[in-house]
């Protein structure tokens, strides 16, 4: 079990050019997490997403960020037109989802976004 | 809205000694669970101990345990018998019984382990 699986570990962007953050969650695991980690900060939550579903995404910013997890393949943060303020770690985490019977899940080891 | 709060950016502690980390949250929900995570330099987040709030009894993993204080909202840390390998950033995380999934994490504790 490979666990949850992050690409790539570092992006490097100029500012105005895109980021995609790709998140393979484990193998079983149909629940998808994303967390941004500012310089020296806790994580931050953004957005939950199921397979073909985005559950809730009330930490996302409104503009430029958006995100996705298809019937096959991984999930994409996608930010667009990137500025300064978006250098940080993303992480992603996995679950099953399986309700309180569940309360801790897997994070993948990140990608850190610099903006330049 | 829940928060959490660590009240101490940097900790200290000699090695084989025993070392504690403040954790303080907000909520109005009497269902939910509490965490405390590691981040050592990779970056990797590391699940070191959880605590279940309807529990009374405080959760203990090997040379870690917690001090769970429902009334009080304060659940701290306390590794025993520091290591080296225990130097990281220690984060503690508040999530919800009922509403959600997501995690509320507090700002994080930088312990240092000095041989």
């Known amino acids: 079990n490979a666990g949850v699986m992050q690409n790539p570990r570092h992006l490097v962007r100029r500012r105005g050019q895109e980021a995609r953050l790709r998140c393979s969650p484990m193998?079983?695991?149909?629940?998808v997490y994303w967390y941004r980690q500012l310089p020296e900060e806790g994580l931050k939550f953004m957005v939950y997403?199921?397979?073909?579903?985005?559950?809730?995404e009330s930490g996302m910013p409104k503009e430029r960020f958006s995100a996705e997890f298809p019937k096959e393949g991984p999930s994409i943060l996608r930010i667009q037109q990137v500025v300064r303020g978006d250098s940080a770690a993303y992480f992603c985490?996995?679950?099953?989802?399986?309700?309180?019977?569940?309360?801790?899940?897997?994070f993948g080891s990140g990608t850190r976004l610099t903006v330049v | 809205a829940q928060t959490v709060t660590q009240s101490q950016p940097e900790m200290s502690v000699q090695e084989a000694e025993t070392v504690t980390l403040s954790c303080t949250y907000d909520?109005?929900?009497?269902?939910?669970?509490l965490f405390w995570y590691k981040q050592p330099p990779s970056r990797q987040m590391i699940l070191v101990i959880r605590?279940?709030?309807?529990?009374?009894q405080n959760a203990t993993e090997n040379r870690f345990s917690v001090n769970f204080q429902k009334a009080a909202k304060s659940f701290s840390l306390k590794i025993s018998d520091s290591q080296l390998g225990d130097a990281a950033m220690y984060f503690c995380?508040?999530?919800?019984?009922?509403?959600?999934?997501?995690?509320?994490f507090g700002p994080g504790t930088r312990l240092s382990v000095l041989p």
């Open positions: 985490a996995s679950s099953t989802g399986q309700g309180v019977f569940h309360y801790g899940y897997t």
């Open positions: 193998k079983g695991h149909s629940h």
């Open positions: 997403l199921q397979k073909e579903n985005i559950i809730d």
């Open positions: 909520t109005s929900e009497s269902d939910y669970y």
């Open positions: 605590q279940e709030a309807y529990k009374q």
């Open positions: 995380a508040y999530r919800s019984a009922n509403y959600g999934q997501n995690f509320v």
